[in-house]
DNA sequence: GCATTGTCTTGAGAATCGTTCATGCTAATG
DNA sequence: CATTAGCATGAACGATTCTCAAGACAATGC
């Protein structure tokens, strides 16, 4: 019998392209999804999808399982908000501070979609704080903080966001632009453009440059992306931003990006919430809707 | 993870209104029900449904839910039909037979329904038979035959559509017309009327009267329901009917009817096929299609 | 030409989940 | 106050559905 399960595995599969993705997106083994797709295919009595392309070509069986996925699966969500609106009908307040500079990109659309649903929790980004987001948590001052790099404290709950990779800009003429990635020691007599944040809490750093001992000729910092992309164009300098916070500039051949290593620097993005808030349906919702907004407008992250 | 099974469910309890009868129409038992939906409320953090009313009433998260039913099961169902006809674009012929008297009630609707959706099946009810239809059905001049009393044939095979209960009709006025239940010895004075079909083939006999030894006074046939009405009503006889197809008439008011003896004569009413056609997506699609249009249209059936 | 990598398949075992069965509880009915 | 019908509950079972480990296959690179 059809579930709905099947129905969230291939709309996975299709904005995936691959068994392996898909079966991250939902949270099983890859294994279990092609047993899944074999048994429904079996039951179905005709193959759903084409494996030996990439991405995978759906059949028209499989197209038509998909269009059937895309009418219920945004009815069953909707139902769902309901439901949960309706069992907990308590008022809430989302206030929240966003460490890492260039999250507005999806925080700003996950934050419209959420209050057409939730008219009666108050969601804000309050400006003008002196103390640190984490801290004000526990404090209440703040409910929810965007973090890449999570603290142990009493009472906080860092709930896994997305993962994405962290690669070097370089200007379109710098002899690093044609190569599949750099060494550590590549940046020793480069200028790294950085946020002007604290030295540890910047990846480029931490998971990069210091365990190889490196350090680049010079360190400037720049408040906005922006800034940066144009300083890092004239050459004046590299820059380690996340993946999706650079697409905009490369698909414009404004910089190149270059991996960080051979495996490339990959961190997670957390959302830093108090224990008590952790099940409250607004706030279920709420990472609901930030995780499906960041993978629908982000490219190039992967599940936590 | 809310599934279409949770969906299923919902919409049996409300056509149902009991947990128990419920069950019986997806075809599981009370205590699975039990235990899915409060799985279910557990996890939704709200009940769905008050238990002590009867029919049972839904709570608003239960009407929401029930509303994201009627809006989904439909497309699935839909879907579910284009599979089939993807997966065999074969030729069908589903040529048929009725021995049972009063299905055309069921049956052309039935019939309406899935001439839409299959077009390249030929669907007929072919007249003016001399032969057995049983027997027209292995060799070929027949597909499908409608019948309550399965008689085992060589690639025969019998899918159990419903089930229903045998009524017996008398005048308003008649002594019995007060009475839950007749006895078989109550109609030792009676005139019986009947079908003009073999005596072997009617339930009052061989589940009634037989077994108890007893024979009406007189037994006269006719042909059609509504002449059998007439004469029951101007008390000129009684008999033995499937309780939906006397609904019209006592819902008029016309006629009463009283269960055969204390546990009622419960009958199921089978499709015979043949074997090589049970599997065939457009018989699976039919007999669904039929159960699923009794269940609408007649009143006091079963599951079989 | 042969290792390497990434993807999908397969089969067996394991875990999980749902179902059954037996029983107890409650409310309505006579 | 017995009786019946409907629902809840818990233990045991059973069947899906997953994970794990291994293998096939194709594309890619040395």
């Known amino acids: 019998m059809l579930e709905l399960r099947h129905l969230r595995t291939l709309i ?11 079966a991250e997106r939902v949270h099983l083994t890859q294994s279990a999804l092609s047993h899944q797709l074999k048994d429904l295919e079996e039951r179905l009595g005709s193959p759903l999808f084409e494996r030996k392309t990439r991405p995978v070509t759906f059949t028209r069986a499989g197209q038509r399982l998909v269009e059937l996925a895309e009418q ?3 009815q069953v969500r909707m139902a769902e908000r309901d439901l949960a609106r309706l069992a907990g009908n308590e008022q809430g307040r989302l206030h929240m501070a966003i460490e890492c500079h260039s999250c507005f990109q999806w925080l700003m659309p996950t934050m419209d ?22 801290d004000a948590l526990p404090r209440e001052q703040l409910d929810l903080v965007i ?21 070097l800009a ?13 060494s550590p020691a590549s940046l020793a007599e480069e200028t790294l453009i950085t ?60 910089v190149k990006a270059v991996a960080l290593g051979e495996h490339g620097v990959w961190s997670t ?6 224990e008590e808030t952790r099940e409250t349906p607004w706030m279920v919702d709420f990472l609901r809707t930030a995780r499906e907004t960041s993978f629908a407008v982000l490219e190039g992250i992967k599940p936590a």
Chains 1, 2 share one sequence.
């Open 72 to 74: 219920v699966l945004p």
């Open 147 to 167: 973090t890449a790099d999570p603290q142990p404290l009493p009472g906080v709950h860092y709930e896994p966001l997305f993962r994405y990779q962290g690669l």
């Open 269 to 274: 993005l957390f959302a830093a919430i108090r």
């Open 195 to 254: 946020y002007p944040v604290e030295h540890a809490r910047l990846d480029v750093f931490t998971q990069f440059l210091d365990p190889a001992g490196v350090t680049p000729r010079e360190v400037r910092t720049a408040e906005l992306t922006i800034m940066m992309m144009q300083l890092v164009a004239s050459g004046r300098g590299v820059c380690a931003l996340p993946n999706w916070a650079l697409t905009e500039y490369l698909e414009r051949d404004y």
């Open 113 to 134: 979609h959420f209050r057409d649903h939730w008219p009666e929790v108050e969601v804000d980004i309050p400006g003008g704080h002196h103390f640190e987001p984490l």
């Open 12 to 22: 996975a599969l299709r904005d995936a392209g691959s068994l392996v993705e898909a």
């Open 170 to 182: 370089v200007s379109r003429h710098h002899p690093l632009a044609g190569q599949p990635f750099v």
